[in-house]
């Protein structure tokens, strides 16, 4: 299957900065892609879906000054949480489609760890 | 509208013998559903979807899922489960027109030799 790659696998960082995290579609294409927070022993929650070279689209209840998404190009997307506090915290997870049909499957990256102290 | 539904957090079975992990789904057109895997601190890995056609879907690792319109249900199955399949599986539906997925809680499994 197509691989999606995200970095880094885990970040520590301190109350008020920022953070970003990479996403990249090492050998396929990614008109859109998807960004997930997952909480221990919970399912994912859609944050917002990234459409490369427009605005991204947030889920209700998501902020998106605090959560900012670049996708500059077919193969890159970015989230960068910006002035983190400790309940950001969490498993954040990016996922890319393959192709513009509707039964094209998702692959996802292998998650970014974020914590903040 | 779309939703997915497993009624399992926990499931546990031993070594050798069939598991089933069961998913429920809802949605205002026609599903595309899938079956993912995710191991501790890892992505998700695809394990298989139902489109169109057959009703018994064959995937990675030797599991199966099928379909079932009439219960609104997608079922993943495997005849001989392996300690190795511990892990935490998620089912999820895309919805006609729909560019995201909504995925269920997820299930983990236990397989205990």
């Known amino acids: 299957g197509a691989v999606v790659s995200q970095h880094p696998s885990r970040v520590i960082c301190k109350s008020g900065t920022s953070v970003k995290i990479e996403c990249r579609s090492l050998d396929f294409q990614a008109t859109t892609m998807f960004w997930y927070r997952q909480f221990p022993k919970q399912s994912l929650m859609l944050m917002a879906t990234?459409?490369?070279?427009?605005?991204?689209?947030?889920e209700q209840g998501v902020e998106k000054d605090k959560f900012l998404i670049n996708h500059a190009s077919l193969t890159l997307s970015t989230l960068t949480v910006t002035s983190a506090h400790p309940e950001d915290s969490s498993f954040y997870i990016c996922?890319?489609?393959?192709?513009?049909?509707?039964?094209?499957?998702?692959?996802f990256g292998q998650g970014t760890r974020l914590t903040v102290v | 509208a779309q939703s997915v539904a497993q009624p399992e957090d926990q499931v546990n079975v031993a070594e050798g013998n069939p598991l089933t992990v069961k998913c429920t789904y809802s949605?205002?057109?026609?599903?595309?559903l899938f079956w993912y895997v995710q191991y501790p601190n890892r992505g998700l890995q695809f394990l298989l979807k139902?489109?169109?056609?057959?009703?018994l879907v064959k995937g990675s690792y030797g599991f199966e899922a099928e379909f079932n319109k009439s219960q609104t249900s997608f079922h993943l199955k495997k005849p001989s489960a392996l300690v190795s399949d511990s892990a935490l599986y998620f089912c999820a539906v895309r919805d006609t027109g729909y560019n995201d997925m909504r995925f269920g809680a997820g299930t983990r499994l236990t397989v205990k030799p």
């Open positions: 990234s459409n490369e070279g427009s605005k991204a689209t947030y």
């Open positions: 139902y489109i169109t056609g057959d009703n």
């Open positions: 996922s890319a489609r393959d192709g513009g049909t509707w039964d094209t499957e998702a692959f």
């Open positions: 949605v205002s057109g026609n599903p595309y």
